[in-house]
Nanobody
Framework: QVQLVESGGGLVQAGGSLRLSCAAS????????MGWFRQAPGKEREPVAG????????YYADSVKGRFIISRDNAKNTVYLQMNSLKPEDTAVYYC????????????????WGQGTQVTVSS
């Protein structure tokens, strides 16, 4: 059974940084893509970043390019989202998700989801 467990959320001032972690377990993920999504109150879930376990392919939403960095540690089966220069509009629940094959930006394409971690950026 696939499990994704996020951690690292919290409250930070604008301009600050946070690093989210997503620990994956339950199967071999070599052919999987991992995505970070976020959902703010009253808004749709939106893609933030994505990465494949077995290649250097990455994806970033325009709103986070140059500020967020997605990375992975294959030995630890963990994906990270380093978030820098945070803005109040980055406030949301952040979710980690997994799917077989290539990175996708549609949340419905992902089969497995973590429980989410709250990120709050104060102005």
């Amino acid at each position: 059974q696939v499990q994704l467990v996020e951690s690292g959320g919290g409250l930070v001032q604008a301009g600050g940084s946070l690093r989210l972690s997503c620990a994956a377990s339950g199967r071999t993920f070599s052919n999987y893509a991992m995505g970070w999504f976020r959902q703010a109150p009253g808004k749709e879930r939106e893609p933030v970043a994505g990465i494949r376990w077995s290649s250097v392919s990455t994806y970033y939403a325009d709103s986070v390019k140059g500020r967020f960095i997605i990375s992975r540690d294959n030995a630890k089966n963990t994906v990270y989202l380093q978030m820098n220069s945070l803005k109040p509009e980055d406030t949301a629940v952040y979710y980690c998700a997994a799917k077989q094959g290539s990175i996708a930006t549609m949340w419905a394409a992902y089969d497995y989801w973590g429980q989410g971690t709250q990120v709050t950026v104060s102005s």
